[in-house]
């Protein structure tokens, strides 16, 4: 027994096996052992593979170098005594499998079995694929259990996360994908499929270039090169193609994969949809290019008003008043087109709010019920305005027979708003020796913002205007209003 060539590998576990008292054991001395023992454990000590062999009774345990540091700060006190001593944390799980072996000459084997183990201190579950076979004399009776064992606690560790981080992935909504250094897509989750609208079955295997726009690819080519270098690519923006053709604004996260030996095999992707993102920031973008320009529109405005109302006062209250009242004529221009978000607004409820200072009864309003632009409705109200403030001073609105006609009509065949003021019942009106800021505004307007033509005749029964103006939309640079005041 033992006449091999002693290894370094060998040598620990071979002279502690030689050197043992195993008379003091419930085998007794080597010499009084079966043959057949002494053969399997001739066989098992030198062997590569972890090999724990319990014998006799009592399942004396015997192993080799191999299986040593299976069993931690056991060995080597586990060594030529009965399994239950040193293995007593599981040995309610142990014994049976022992006790099958022995007592029915089976062999048992397992794929990554489970034990419960206190080999440095500390609860562990461990997994082994075990081999349990039985050591028999000659009359067929089972003298030892010969366990082959390989540890896979690490195997199945790391096969525990990936089935994890599988998981995780599977469910995530984000797009997740990943790539070989080939560029070719091996993984494709359900939040990739949602993202880019191709199937696992449709894209895995291809290029990962159907997903980028042909003006991008040297984008994927670099991101490639900078994965072989084992960089990562944080999280940045950029476009990728749905499998419809329409594209994509990303966000994009790659970072480099490794196989089990540490090399870089792949990448994986990680992007997230930012199209309503982007787009909303479009949006904003031209809100507030609109509102910039709405605000000079307002304030020129304002200015225009402010200038020509106090430039020749006489009178400071009277002229507040009178610049308190057309502001008061904004704002309610500007109220109305809020509650329709500045898209549009009624023609009616504009020409309305315009003269609702004044007694309803003395208007006649008619026409069909359009929207018009903001532009529109601004100018329309502040010229509206001025003709009421004047027909309250001088004209039929002074009166309390006197009426105003206000009605509009729109050509079908060039989209042309003609809107109408006609006032009756009042004093004969005198035609003005000089034109006054009313008319200019007015004027200034009409021509202006409204980019029309005016027909402001004073009659003698009343005053009568025509404004014509297209039904455009949207504002203009050239819709300032004071240099024409």
Avoid at 84 to 93: F, I, S
Avoid at 193 to 215: H, K, N, W
Avoid at 454 to 466: A, F, R, S, T
Wanted: proline share 5%.
């Amino acid at each position: 027994m033992y006449n091999h060539p002693a290894t370094s590998d060998q040598s620990s576990m071979v002279e502690i096996i030689r050197n043992h008292d195993w008379a003091s054991t419930s085998l007794g001395p080597m010499s009084f052992w079966p043959s057949q023992l002494k053969c399997a454990v001739d066989i098992a000590i030198p062997s590569g593979a972890q090999i724990v062999m319990f014998c006799g009774d009592d399942f004396t345990a015997i192993y080799n170098d191999a299986y040593a540091p299976s069993i931690g700060t056991k060995h080597p006190r586990a060594l030529g005594r009965p399994a239950k001593e040193n293995w007593a944390e599981l040995w309610y799980d142990l014994e049976p499998l022992l006790l099958k072996v022995r007592d029915s000459g089976e062999t048992v084997v397992a794929k990554d079995r489970s034990f419960y183990i206190e080999r440095h201190g500390v609860p562990e579950t461990v997994y082994f694929d075990i081999s349990y076979s039985p050591v028999s004399d000659e009359n067929g009776h089972v003298l030892a259990v010969l366990c082959i064992v390989n540890e896979t606690t690490e195997r199945v560790g790391y096969e525990a996360k990936l089935k994890r981080l599988a998981s995780i992935i599977s469910s995530s909504e984000d797009a997740i994908l990943g790539i070989d250094l080939a560029m070719t897509v091996t993984d494709w989750n359900s939040g990739a499929e949602e993202l880019y609208g191709f199937s696992a079955e449709e894209i895995v295997g291809r290029s990962v270039t159907l997903l980028i726009p042909d003006d991008r690819v040297d984008e994927e080519t670099h991101i490639v090169a900078r994965i072989k270098a084992g960089e990562r690519v944080e999280t940045h923006e950029t476009v990728r193609r749905h499998s419809s053709g329409r594209l994509l604004d990303v966000s994009l996260t790659v970072s480099p994969i490794y196989d089990a030996d540490g090399r870089i095999v792949g990448a994986s992707k990680i992007a997230r949809d930012i199209t309503p993102r982007k787009e909303a920031e479009r949006v904003q973008e031209l809100l507030i290019g609109e509102l910039n320009h709405r605000v000079k529109n307002v304030l020129a405005t304002v200015a225009a008003i402010a200038r020509q109302t106090f430039s020749d006062a006489n009178d400071i209250d009277i002229a507040r008043a009178t610049f308190d009242a057309r502001l008061q004529s904004l704002a309610r221009a500007h109220d109305l087109l809020t509650r329709g978000r500045w898209e549009a607004a009624s023609l009616r409820t504009a020409v309305s709010e315009a003269l609702s200072p004044y007694p309803p009864e003395q208007f006649d309003i008619s026409g069909p019920d359009i929207d018009v632009s903001p532009k529109a409705v601004v100018a329309l109200t502040l010229i509206l305005h001025e003709l009421a403030t004047n027909a309250a001073k001088y004209g039929a609105l002074g009166a309390s027979s006197g009426k105003v006609a206000v009605s509009w009509d729109v050509s079908d065949t060039n989209a042309q708003l003609t809107l109408s003021w006609k006032e009756t019942g009042g004093p004969q009106v005198t035609p003005p020796t000089r034109r006054g800021f009313g008319s200019r505004l007015i004027e200034a307007l009409s021509s202006g913002q409204l980019r029309g033509h005016l027909d402001l005749n004073y009659d003698v029964y009343g005053v009568h205007c025509i404004i014509g103006a297209p039904l455009d939309s949207g504002w203009s640079d050239h819709d300032h209003i004071q240099s024409r005041l």
